[in-house]
C-alpha cells in the first residue's frame, strides 16, 4: 500500500512562506484526487486544496490566492507553496490521496505550521 511522507512544515512570521511536500512511496497515477487538508486546535479538519490528475485544482475560500497545489509525477510528489502566511493558518497539515474506484483513502502522518504575529 501506498505510504505518505510529508515535510515542510515549521515556524515563520506571519507574511512569510512555506513550502509542504508529501512523497508517495508509490506510483501517484492511479490516485484521482491529491489534496492538502489542515486541523487547526479544537477545530474541525478541513479542505486547503486539492488537484486532480486532470491538473483542476480547487481551493478553500481563505487561501485563494496565497496558497498553490502542485505534483510532480515522475517524483511522485505533492505540493502545497504557502504565500502570505496569516497566524490563522497555524494548524497540522495533513497529505491525502484518494482513489475513486475501487476506493482507496491514505492519509499522511501530518506537519505542524505555525505563524506567529
Known amino acids: 500500500q501506498v505510504q505518505l511522507a510529508e515535510s515542510g512544515g515549521g515556524l515563520v512570521q506571519a507574511g512569510g512562506s512555506l513550502r509542504l511536500s508529501c512523497a508517495a512511496s508509490?506510483?501517484?497515477?492511479?490516485?484521482?484526487?491529491l489534496g492538502w487538508y489542515r486541523q487547526a486546535p479544537g477545530k474541525q479538519r478541513e479542505l486547503v486544496a486539492v488537484?486532480?490528475?486532470?491538473?483542476?485544482?480547487n481551493y478553500a475560500d481563505s487561501v485563494k490566492g496565497r496558497f498553490t497545489i502542485s505534483r510532480d509525477n515522475a517524483k511522485n510528489t505533492v505540493y502545497l507553496q504557502m504565500n502570505s502566511l496569516k497566524p490563522e493558518d497555524t494548524a497540522v497539515y495533513y497529505c491525502?490521496?484518494?482513489?475513486?474506484?475501487?476506493?482507496?483513502?491514505?492519509w499522511g502522518q501530518g506537519t505542524q505550521v505555525t505563524v506567529s504575529s
Open positions: 491525502n490521496v484518494r482513489r475513486w474506484y475501487p476506493p482507496l483513502d491514505i
Open positions: 508509490g506510483s501517484i497515477f492511479s490516485f484521482n484526487v
Open positions: 488537484i486532480t490528475t486532470g491538473s483542476s485544482t
